[in-house]
């Protein structure tokens, strides 16, 4: 029993030890950096995603490239066909005007007489006939009279039918029947059949004919012309699409890395404090006569916990206030006495870090509408971040001005500035310049985003400009309201 003691008692102390390196773990030595690995493994370890983000993305992008090119293709095509519909419409429309003005000079050149009881029709020279022949200028077919039962009367150009077949004033018609021993040629004409009247009587019908061989091979052009641009048009839409895709994924894709990062940071922030916790309670679990150490203990799972509510209240503070404030928060308030309430609690943590803080406003009220609470947030952020990141025996300045059309809030400070490649990332969500400060001084790397957060929820903006080694400046501006 005595040994069986003695090996409980080694294998405790050498618990407690691995227990007090994991609580200390952001100490740099070679034990921290192997301790809390294998303490916190009792944590859950995140799983990697079924589909890496590359793919996932390329087939999103080619997903919006097809759509893309699938709707505005469609969208040409249709464009397409309805362009050659109005273009074949009005050639046709002109043609038979110009066909229409010819087949009237031809009957208004017509002699017509009432002989043997029936109307005789004695056609004169035309500009397009020559006697009972078509003028070789004439690009006519045919012309041919017919009486009032439908019966042929006469005919110049190719033969005709004995009988008028019933027809629409304008018909189109192909040849495909040998004319006077000839070989069919399958050539396109537009006829026009008109009636003849004569005193407003009815004396008989004037049908003419002239090909359309003009038409078509215009139209054989546009035909060409499409046939070759609308798939050159619909690559160069697919190449188009393609690209937008890939400019319309850019914001989701950084959204996406930046939840990534917020997850990793999140996770990581959260397993360093719970693996504390749990070392401190194993270590108070455990049979001891110090109270003294039990109760350090217990005072690091409280701190611990404490850290970790502010934490967990930052992260649901970032996920609530999205977007502009609802106008019914804000208040009327006077800038400068919101400032000033904060003076004294800045002044004091200032002079515990050995800073010096200069607090500059002037003497005017600075009225504008806010949720006090919320900027009284924001200033006290960039103010403790300033402290944080400033030398013993450094300066803080916090200033509040005013421009025509806004309220400056300046904090300056002559610290360890930022270096240039950092400046475009510091108000990104857990992002700390330095690492090691940073979690020396309880940092999460979210003050900024709030700030950033709640300034611009106030439809303000916040920008910083630093020189390293010489200091920072964070400048906010709110819009006055008059």
């Given at each position: 029993?005595?040994?069986?003691?003695?090996?409980?008692?080694?294998?405790?102390?050498?618990e407690?030890?691995?227990?007090?390196?994991?609580?200390?773990?952001?100490?740099?030595?070679?034990?921290?950096?192997?301790?809390?690995?294998?303490?916190?493994?009792?944590?859950?370890?995140?799983?990697?995603?079924?589909?890496?983000?590359?793919?996932?993305?390329?087939?999103?992008?080619?997903?919006?490239?097809?759509?893309f090119?699938?709707?505005?293709?469609g969208?040409?095509?249709?464009f397409?066909?309805?362009?050659?519909?109005?273009?074949v419409?009005?050639?046709?429309?002109?043609?038979?005007?110009?066909?229409?003005?010819?087949?009237?000079?031809?009957?208004?050149?017509a002699?017509?007489?009432?002989?043997?009881?029936?109307?005789?029709?004695?056609?004169?020279?035309?500009?397009?006939?020559?006697?009972?022949?078509?003028?070789?200028?004439?690009?006519?077919?045919?012309?041919?009279?017919?009486?009032?039962?439908?019966?042929?009367?006469?005919?110049?150009?190719?033969?005709?039918?004995?009988?008028?077949?019933?027809?629409p004033?304008?018909?189109?018609?192909?040849?495909?029947?040998?004319?006077?021993?000839?070989?069919?040629?399958?050539?396109?004409?537009?006829?026009?059949?008109?009636?003849?009247?004569?005193?407003q009587?009815?004396?008989?019908?004037?049908?003419?004919?002239?090909?359309?061989?003009?038409?078509?091979?215009?139209?054989e052009?546009?035909?060409?012309?499409?046939a070759?641009?609308?798939?050159?048009?619909?690559?160069?839409?697919?190449?188009?699409?393609?690209?937008?895709?890939?400019?319309?994924?850019?914001?989701?894709?950084?959204?996406?890395?930046?939840?990534q990062?917020?997850?990793?940071?999140?996770?990581?922030?959260?397993?360093?404090?719970?693996?504390?916790?749990?070392?401190?309670a194993?270590?108070?679990?455990?049979?001891?006569?110090?109270?003294?150490?039990?109760?350090?203990?217990?005072?690091?799972?409280?701190?611990?916990?404490?850290?970790?509510s502010t934490?967990?209240?930052n992260?649901?503070?970032?996920?609530?206030?999205?977007?502009p404030?609802?106008?019914?928060?804000?208040?009327?308030?006077d800038?400068?006495?919101?400032?000033?309430?904060?003076?004294?609690?800045?002044?004091?943590?200032?002079?515990?870090?050995?800073?010096?803080?200069?607090?500059?406003?002037?003497?005017?009220?600075?009225?504008?509408?806010?949720?006090p609470?919320l900027?009284?947030?924001?200033?006290t952020?960039?103010?403790?971040n300033?402290?944080?990141?400033?030398l013993?025996?450094?300066?803080?300045?916090?200033r509040?001005?005013?421009?025509?059309?806004?309220?400056?809030?300046?904090?300056?400070?002559?610290?360890?500035?930022?270096?240039?490649?950092d400046l475009?990332?510091?108000?990104?969500?857990?992002?700390r310049?330095?690492?090691?400060r940073?979690?020396q001084?309880?940092?999460?790397?979210?003050g900024?985003?709030?700030?950033?957060?709640?300034?611009?929820?106030?439809?303000?903006?916040?920008?910083?400009?630093?020189t390293?080694g010489?200091?920072s400046?964070?400048?906010i501006?709110?819009?006055?309201?008059?």
């Amino acid at each position: 029993m005595g040994r069986l003691g003695e090996q409980r008692k080694k294998r405790g102390s050498f618990e407690l030890k691995q227990l007090l390196i994991v609580s200390n773990g952001d100490r740099s030595s070679p034990a921290s950096s192997t301790s809390p690995a294998s303490s916190a493994s009792c944590l859950p370890t995140p799983t990697p995603h079924a589909l890496s983000p590359p793919s996932m993305f390329t087939r999103s992008r080619r997903n919006l490239a097809y759509w893309f090119a699938l709707s505005m293709g469609g969208i040409l095509v249709l464009f397409t066909g309805v362009s050659y519909y109005l273009s074949v419409e009005g050639q046709l429309h002109a043609f038979d005007q110009a066909l229409y003005k010819k087949s009237k000079a031809i009957a208004a050149g017509a002699t017509i007489r009432f002989q043997q009881g029936q109307w005789q029709i004695e056609p004169e020279d035309a500009p397009w006939m020559n006697g009972d022949r078509l003028s070789r200028s004439s690009e006519l077919v045919y012309v041919r009279w017919y009486d009032t039962k439908g019966f042929l009367v006469r005919f110049i150009g190719l033969s005709a039918p004995l009988r008028l077949a019933p027809a629409p004033e304008f018909q189109t018609i192909v040849l495909v029947e040998p004319q006077n021993g000839a070989q069919p040629t399958g050539q396109w004409l537009r006829q026009v059949t008109l009636p003849l009247l004569q005193n407003q009587q009815l004396v008989g019908y004037l049908q003419v004919a002239e090909p359309l061989t003009a038409i078509r091979e215009s139209l054989e052009r546009v035909r060409l012309f499409l046939a070759l641009g609308v798939p050159l048009t619909l690559g160069l839409i697919g190449v188009t699409g393609w690209f937008l895709g890939g400019v319309a994924i850019q914001p989701t894709r950084r959204a996406y890395d930046q939840l990534q990062r917020f997850t990793a940071d999140a996770s990581h922030e959260l397993r360093a404090p719970l693996a504390a916790v749990l070392s401190n309670a194993q270590v108070g679990l455990m049979a001891s006569e110090d109270t003294a150490q039990q109760r350090l203990r217990l005072e690091k799972i409280v701190e611990t916990a404490k850290s970790m509510s502010t934490l967990i209240g930052n992260l649901l503070f970032l996920s609530r206030q999205e977007g502009p404030l609802d106008p019914t928060r804000l208040q009327r308030i006077d800038l400068v006495v919101l400032v000033r309430s904060l003076i004294d609690d800045q002044t004091a943590q200032a002079q515990a870090q050995g800073l010096t803080f200069t607090p500059q406003l002037p003497e005017q009220a600075v009225a504008l509408n806010a949720d006090p609470d919320l900027l009284r947030q924001a200033v006290t952020n960039l103010l403790s971040n300033a402290f944080k990141y400033t030398l013993p025996g450094g300066n803080v300045q916090l200033r509040l001005s005013t421009t025509a059309r806004y309220a400056v809030i300046q904090v300056q400070d002559n610290g360890i500035g930022i270096p240039a490649a950092d400046l475009p990332h510091i108000f990104e969500r857990f992002y700390r310049v330095d690492t090691a400060r940073s979690r020396q001084t309880g940092g999460f790397g979210l003050g900024l985003a709030i700030a950033q957060q709640i300034i611009e929820a106030h439809r303000g903006r916040i920008t910083t400009t630093s020189t390293l080694g010489k200091g920072s400046t964070i400048q906010i501006e709110l819009p006055l309201r008059g």
